[in-house]
């Protein structure tokens, strides 16, 4: 039945996308898809009609749904009619109100991800943030996870474009395989679209946040951008992939960077939250991997806080790295302690490897605390933690370490608006 049902989505959403015609957007990566999702719907959304991909709406399910406009009904039979007759709909009678522009992530969890979802969706410009460990699990090398996102720039529109972070070698290696236009971004020079002069913005005193400036160079021509909801690095990286799309739109800097500064990350990725105790929580509990810890714990560092106040690295588990799990996790570790971070909480059994890591780069066991479960570590820290502390708290998904956000919170009446996994179908699990 599910085969039955992927196939007629794939095959209502082909005539769709034929009759209607919109730019398809694609976007791929290991870090950083919705972020930067978000960030190109933000800046296009302006002069364009946009539709974007529904929450995790990235496979062979969700692509489709978010084609036709419709959300998943689960597992009602008469939903799923509604969905296929509104599909229906659609290709009957002409809806004035199709989106110009489809901004679709597409995840790749297994070898074969990316060529089925091409074969629902021909895709006009490609977006790749990142290639990591993360999937290592079902793919055996990086490698293997650089070849599966590959396809989608080797599988671009001709006319279309390829919008690559030279940051990462992996992702800039797929140059070569692209047969439409290629601007790439980052932090280092020699990019089309470069981020210098960055400067976090965060205040010691009631610790406000006043985000981030920075000069956005393209191609020699500088203007400034001010994000004033964000604290990450990925958010500059997402302004900068959004940055390089608009411009295949003929928007212009001051545009873009207009837009970009009521930019907001998405819920779970380094939002920062009040804590109980007047403390301070770095939200980053939807998903984990090496590089991704490691970025928020630079993040963490550069906070400055109050000299008798503590920081709090509270890493679970991070999950389907493979047979990089243990050095990934030691790695992680070992940057607690050089990135100066007062006190480390490891919750998982893999999160072990965290301890070991710290230890071997000479933390010692008074600052280190070790729990089973997300729930026993909130509860822990409930009690540990005191005004002007500041806690970065991340983990995989299947860590499910928004439930230390939960108990630490100063609003957990506003939990569902706020953090992620509140939906009635994550709360028995």
């Known amino acids: ?56 709406y990235n496979n062979e399910i969700g692509l489709p749904l978010t084609i036709i406009g419709r959300k998943s009904p689960g597992r009602s039979f008469f939903g799923w009619l509604g969905v296929f007759l509104y599909a229906c709909y ?32 021909p895709v006009d410009i490609g977006v790749v943030t990142a290639v990591s460990y993360s999937h290592l699990e079902y793919f055996g090398s990086i490698t293997n996870i650089q070849k599966e996102k590959q396809e989608l720039i080797e599988n671009l529109n001709p006319k279309g474009l390829a919008v690559l972070n030279f940051d990462n070698q992996y992702v800039k290696e797929m140059t070569e395989f692209s047969k439409a236009r290629t601007l790439s971004y980052g932090l280092k020079e020699g990019v089309n679209f470069r981020a210098q002069d960055i400067v976090y913005n965060f205040t010691k005193e009631g610790y406000d946040i006043l985000g981030i400036h920075f000069k956005l160079n393209y191609n020699g021509s500088v203007v400034p951008v001010y994000m004033k909801n964000v604290m990450a690095e990925t958010a ?93 996790h030691r790695l992680v570790g070992k940057a607690v302690v050089e990135n100066k971070i007062s006190q480390l909480i490891a919750v998982g059994e893999r999160a072990r490897d965290f301890i070991r890591g710290a230890k071997e780069a000479g933390m010692e066991d008074d600052y280190i605390f070790y729990f089973d479960k997300p729930e026993e570590a909130g509860r822990f820290l409930q009690n540990r933690i005191k005004a002007g502390d500041i806690l970065l708290v991340k983990g995989s998904q299947g860590a499910r370490m928004e439930k230390v956000v939960k108990e630490l919170m100063a609003e957990p009446e506003r939990a569902a608006e706020l953090i992620v996994r509140q939906e009635k179908e994550w709360k028995n699990k």
Do not use: C, W
């Open 236 to 328: 500059i990286y997402a302004a900068l992939a959004a940055t390089a799309v608009a411009q295949y739109f003929d928007f212009n800097l001051v545009e873009i960077a207009t837009a970009l500064s009521d930019f907001s990350l998405p819920k779970g990725r380094m939002n920062f939250l009040p804590g109980i105790k007047n403390t301070f929580i770095i939200d980053d509990t939807y998903n984990s991997s090496p590089e991704a810890v490691l970025l928020a714990l630079n993040v963490l560092k550069r906070v400055r806080i109050d000299d008798k106040a503590n920081k709090y690295a509270v890493l679970g588990d991070m999950l389907e790295i493979g047979s990089y799990t243990e050095e990934g």
């Open 90 to 121: 659609l290709l009957i009678i002409k809806n004035k109100k199709y989106p110009e522009v489809l901004v679709l992530e597409m995840g790749v969890d297994h070898a074969g991800d990316m060529k089925y979802l091409l074969e629902i969706v």
């Open 1 to 56: 039945m599910k085969k039955l049902l992927q196939l007629k989505l794939k095959m209502f959403s082909r005539m769709i996308i034929k009759k209607y015609q919109p730019v398809v957007i694609g976007i791929t990566g290991s870090i950083g898809k919705t972020s930067t999702k978000e960030a190109i719907n933000k800046v296009l959304q302006q002069k364009l009609r946009v539709r974007t991909t529904f929450k995790n």
